[in-house]
């Protein structure tokens, strides 16, 4: 297999660098996928327009979808990363390991969404009804399935370019499911 190398900031455009200088203003150091993306001209910045994009789905609810994703399509990159910003949202080691399983036991308002974008990325897209029910009665809006359904994309495009690209994971390992 070819190997993919991990853009350093001279070898990307002057786009690029520029977003290189955003991302790690707010990070503190460029992350190896998102660097791994600026192998394109125009990829970094669709993605990063992706990421911050305005959304319904934010904070633990986003973490929840990015990491059933995560699991679901067996990322490690996405699973290291996600498991060190769940814990900067308030999710302990447990409940990390827990949503992983496409489970919420300790917030039913969450486990709709868990269980639900599980049924959506097995399925590819094929999703139950029964679990777009369960999504409305817990209380989450039409807005919310639309935004649910944008950020699992989001996260299936950092899961797919790691599942190809196979570059250096840069956050510590997520531990192990039994």
Not at 94 to 113: C, H, M, N, T, W
Request: aromatic content about 6%.
């Amino acid at each position: 297999m070819t190997t993919i190398n991990v853009p350093t900031r001279q070898e990307v455009s002057s786009v690029n660098r520029a977003i290189f200088d955003n991302i790690e203003k707010r990070f503190g150091v460029v992350p190896n996928l998102f660097a791994t993306m600026a192998h394109s001209g125009n990829a970094l910045s669709s993605y990063m327009a992706l990421q911050s994009a305005r959304s319904t789905i934010s904070g633990k609810a986003r973490e929840v979808v990015n990491l059933v994703v995560s699991q679901v399509n067996e990322c490690e990159y996405c699973l290291a990363a996600h498991t060190v910003v769940g814990k900067m949202s308030g999710l302990s080691d447990e409940q990390i390991v827990e949503i992983r399983r496409g489970r919420v036991s300790f917030d039913s308002k969450l486990d709709a969404p868990a269980r639900l974008t599980q049924g959506i990325v097995r399925n590819r897209g094929h999703v139950d009804p029964a679990l777009v029910d369960a999504f409305f009665d817990a209380g989450w809006t039409k807005e919310n399935l639309v935004d649910t359904i944008v950020a699992i994309g989001d996260k299936t495009i950092t899961n797919y370019l790691h599942s190809t690209t196979k570059i250096l994971v840069d956050f510590p390992a997520a531990p192990a499911l039994d």
